[in-house]
């Protein structure tokens, strides 16, 4: 079975600077999809950014960005000029391919923006 | 383009009432569909998902069941609650079939408390 760990359940970001979100998986799959969802106070999920496991280049959505590292079974989530309204919970995310079952969620990390 | 509708917001029931949370999705056809529950301050644990009308999976014991009367329909229910029935429900869909890349896109949640 795929497991997801999130080992930083709280962090906190200057407005304006970069934070990253680590996440790393366990997995015998070679291929598969990461996720990235963001839920802030309002509790809708939305989901941020995704990563195909058989492509080597990184994701990026605007301020968005990841450090996929498939041989160490990583994948970071980097906010570069963070807003306040990056406040939320960040769940990272495992798609087993080939099942509608789908996603596996970490425990997510509370992110807070400082003003 | 494809909403996903979840109700309601809050409810607030007596233990051993009944339950009856619906959601509904449109703008797509037979999609996956899922009915999640969030602990406070913890991750998503997977409750039911659906592939098609009828075609309902459990992921874990409990006191819940599913069921999905129509295509775009999934309602999750409970004969009699329990306290430990309380948490975060959220509803969600993705595209049909077993294509794991496709993102599940959820429903704005329902705040249920147990008394």
């Known amino acids: 079975a795929q497991t997801v760990t999130q080992s930083q359940p709280e962090m906190s970001v200057q407005e304006a600077e970069t934070v990253t979100l680590s996440c790393t998986y366990d997995?015998?799959?070679?291929?598969?999809?990461l996720f990235w969802y963001k839920q802030p106070p309002s509790r809708q999920m939305i989901l941020v950014i995704r990563?195909?496991?058989?492509?080597?280049q990184n994701a990026t959505e605007n301020r968005f960005s990841v450090n996929f590292q498939k041989a160490a079974k990583s994948f970071s989530l980097k906010i570069s000029d963070s807003q306040l309204g990056d406040t939320a919970m960040y769940f990272c995310?495992?798609?087993?391919?080939?099942?509608?079952?789908?996603?596996?969620f970490g425990s997510g990390t509370q992110l807070t923006v400082l003003p | 383009s494809q909403t996903i509708h979840q109700w309601p917001a809050t409810l607030v029931q007596p233990v051993g009432s009944p339950l009856s949370l619906e959601c509904t999705v449109e703008?797509?056809?037979?999609?996956?569909l899922y009915w999640y529950r969030q602990a406070a301050g913890r991750g998503l644990q997977l409750l039911f998902y659906?592939?098609?009308?009828?075609?309902i999976s459990s992921e874990v014991p409990q006191n819940l069941s599913a069921s999905r009367p129509q295509d775009r329909q999934f309602i999750l229910s409970s004969k009699k609650l329990l306290l430990s029935d309380s948490g975060f429900y959220l509803c969600?869909?993705?595209?049909?079939?077993?294509?794991?890349?496709?993102?599940?896109?959820f429903g704005d949640g329902t705040r249920l408390s147990i008394l």
């Open positions: 990563q195909e496991a058989y492509k080597q």
């Open positions: 703008g797509t056809s037979n999609p996956n």
């Open positions: 997995t015998s799959e070679n291929n598969y999809y």
């Open positions: 969600a869909w993705s595209a049909p079939g077993q294509v794991s890349n496709q993102p599940q896109h």
């Open positions: 995310a495992f798609n087993k391919p080939g099942s509608a079952r789908q996603l596996t």
């Open positions: 659906s592939i098609g009308i009828d075609q």
